[in-house]
């Protein structure tokens, strides 16, 4: 039999790592409440079509000294694997882990003025500390040792940003190839660099995005290939992580409010799900508010949510903020929840509300990704807007780090933009190679 | 007083934080033994021009458990400050931190097998994984602290690598005005993209690096302005600390070889210090060898150590590994101390061999950028060569993100280059949108 024949199934009946322990672990739909075993590669419910959420056990009380104890050795340096009473339990075998986690909880009373909060009140979480420089390994880890224990024989995702990177990382620590789909167009290598660098297969589609999505979804269902898109339900268990980690390096002291950029929702959805469990354990005693920010022009859940969650309707994306460019966003019905299980708010900020938002990160030696900058624009925002008080406390998280996107920077910072430069642009200047000169450079620099 | 009048000191006397406490740190030729007080910006000897050390006091003995506890508040989550009694005691005041350390020490057989070494005998402390995905981060923390203990008004270096993004990173972090001398020439902004987006202020000299160096020491001789070059004895101190943190993570048990890549020889010179005084203070009972790897158009420090330290001759660098790539180094004699005092070893590798060695790091998903893959290179280079045993044991240091240089996998991986394809060259393939062609790559991937 050969390796493709093998691999014909699209079933993961048995050949993974420990299946039965795998079979055990209760995934569930969120809408009609079905139930299945977590030795499949599900990404919606068969019966309704619904998202679906993995079950934890909650009944009991988690003591928070519990943690980092009881954990496989693969996911003992992990700040996901961490919070293993709070997680899927998957075979210890399976776990792929690269170290993530335990990223920075940053203070910067700068940032904190910038928002309109006082000192001490903002803390920014910054998740483009991870192995791939980007929040998505949480999920990756989870995900990646998922398809292990279920024995996927390749992994798969329609992305060209900071997911196919971390796919392609945790499929090569695994040892599993993977597939990346993008649809027709220039391939711009520096953007899909580490990508390739990680060695996933990288597959340009003659079609569009839904296309190749579309293709991938048949492979899915004829073949052991393991789909990693973003209601996959064991990412959002990674994602979890994120407000796990805040709250434990806040001595579970609760902030008023968590502030996040929304494209896919994913996030959202897996904080929602986070806050809710910690509060049945009893680790917390009350929820923050989740706040969302979604760029202007990709923003179809700020819009649903100031109708009143009367209708849906996605957008045609376009923002500067690559991350979060989403027209219809995939957790739609689970960030609703998320949202209205924390009195949260939704709103949107545009590109230069961002940009302007990056530059004031960037120029503490924070530094981040412009989709990042979204939850700092968005808490200034709702800050003016009355909705935060400036007396509350917030966490803010940054999705990735700055170097995911040096064009970015390029084009705020660079004199190749037509017309005058933009106001706060940090631009080389060039001297004569004599003392006098950098003198001048010397007074301004001490006056600026 | 204008701040230009004011800064035009160059004294460094009493501005600072706590000056008092810095005045009592001392710093040491390690040529001629002259002593100076902590409380000026030395980087040579000002009697005899020899490198300088500070002065840690190793004359009792440290238990491990006393790392983390009376750490400052501000470095209390820092991997450098953590080590507080083998550091200099700045005051508690000036220190800045982002968190730095605290990086994965990955094993991955498959990168044992490909350096020779058996299973488990091979494993990567990726500084990569620091807050501005370099090493640097370790020693600017220290450095830039030390800036702001002494009360300098601007901090400067000659650099358009790493080093200038950390800098700028932790200049803006101590909200010190921060300066960045490049050599005239095309200004690549994506290079340059993390330095400018931090905010320091890019200066392109009409001139060499050398004319750009020599007006620095010209401007930091009339002002306090704070110079970061790779000798700053503060930097190596924080360096020190990739060598603190590998052996903790490792339980103290000492490996027999330490490789890293050479360029400047800072870290060479700083892991000397580190092992001397983990020696010295009882925390480790013998030292592991030291394998300093240049690339091969970079090798003067390999050469002089193939001589028998006979003669010293700088070379034109030329090398695919930018981060070491330096015809003359600046810590030659304190990196010599080093390889002498742990039975060390120099060794040089061709760019081929660190693509190599740098697609196989970046296969495993763990990745990294050309320079710090000559450590694999070269530890590959000397099993081969019988230096290091096929049964000892080994850490190699990666020094830098894969993001860092996406150019450099563009250019292995990418259809841009003439001729035949690279082997083991990643390129897309563009397939048409049916699942037939899918299923084809599958195969392809499944065998593969």
Not at 327 to 351: F, H, I, L, Q
Request: aromatic share 6%.
């Amino acid at each position: 039999m050969s390796a493709v024949e093998a691999a014909r199934r699209g079933a993961f009946d048995g050949s993974g790592v420990a299946p039965d322990d795998v079979a055990r672990i209760v995934v569930r739909c969120m809408d009609c409440g079905a139930e299945y075993s977590g030795n499949r590669a599900l990404t919606m419910c068969a019966a309704c079509g619904g998202l679906l959420d993995v079950v934890v056990p909650v009944e009991r009380r988690v003591d928070a000294a519990e943690f980092g104890h009881g954990v496989p050795a693969a996911g003992a340096h992990s700040g996901v694997w961490r919070y293993w009473p709070l997680l899927p339990s998957l075979p210890a075998a399976s776990i792929v882990s690269r170290w993530e986690g335990h990223t920075p909880l940053y203070r910067d009373d700068r940032l904190a003025r910038y928002a309109g909060l006082q000192d001490g009140h903002l803390e920014l979480k910054h998740e483009g500390l991870n192995p791939t420089a980007s929040f998505k390994d949480r999920g990756m880890t989870v995900g990646v040792s998922h398809a292990k224990a279920i024995g996927a024989r390749i992994v798969a995702c329609a992305s060209t940003g900071n997911t196919s990177a971390s796919l392609a990382a945790y499929a090569a620590a695994a040892d599993i190839p993977s597939l990346v789909l993008i649809p027709e167009g220039k391939v711009a290598t520096g953007k899909l660099a580490q990508t390739i660098a990680y060695g996933a297969r990288v597959i340009q589609i003659d079609g569009d995005f839904d296309q190749a999505l579309s293709l991938l979804r048949e492979l899915t269902a004829a073949y052991d290939v393991y789909l990693v898109n973003s209601v996959n339900p064991f990412r959002l268990e990674g994602q979890k992580t994120i407000v796990f980690e805040l709250l434990e390096q806040r001595e579970w002291r609760v902030p008023d409010w968590i502030v996040l950029p929304g494209g896919n929702l994913g996030n959202s959805s897996a904080f929602g799900k986070a806050l809710t469990e910690l509060h049945a354990v009893g680790l917390i005693d009350r929820l923050p508010r989740l706040a969302i920010v979604q760029a202007a022009g990709a923003a179809p859940f700020a819009a649903y949510h100031a109708g009143g969650y009367a209708a849906f309707r996605p957008v045609a994306a376009d923002t500067v903020a690559t991350a979060i460019k989403i027209g219809n966003p995939a957790s739609v019905p689970r960030a609703k929840r998320a949202v209205e299980r924390t009195n949260g708010w939704v709103t949107m900020v545009t590109d230069d509300e961002i940009l302007d938002a990056k530059a004031a990160i960037d120029r503490t030696g924070i530094g981040c990704e412009p989709a990042s900058a979204a939850s700092l624009a968005g808490l200034r925002r709702l800050v003016r807007e009355g909705i935060v008080g400036r007396e509350e406390t917030a966490v803010g998280v940054l999705t990735g780090h700055v170097l995911k996107d040096t064009e970015a920077i390029a084009a705020y910072h660079g004199d190749d933009v037509a017309g005058a430069p933009r106001r706060g642009a940090n631009r080389p200047t060039r001297v004569p190679a004599e003392l006098p000169a950098l003198e001048r450079v010397l007074a301004d620099a001490l006056h600026g």
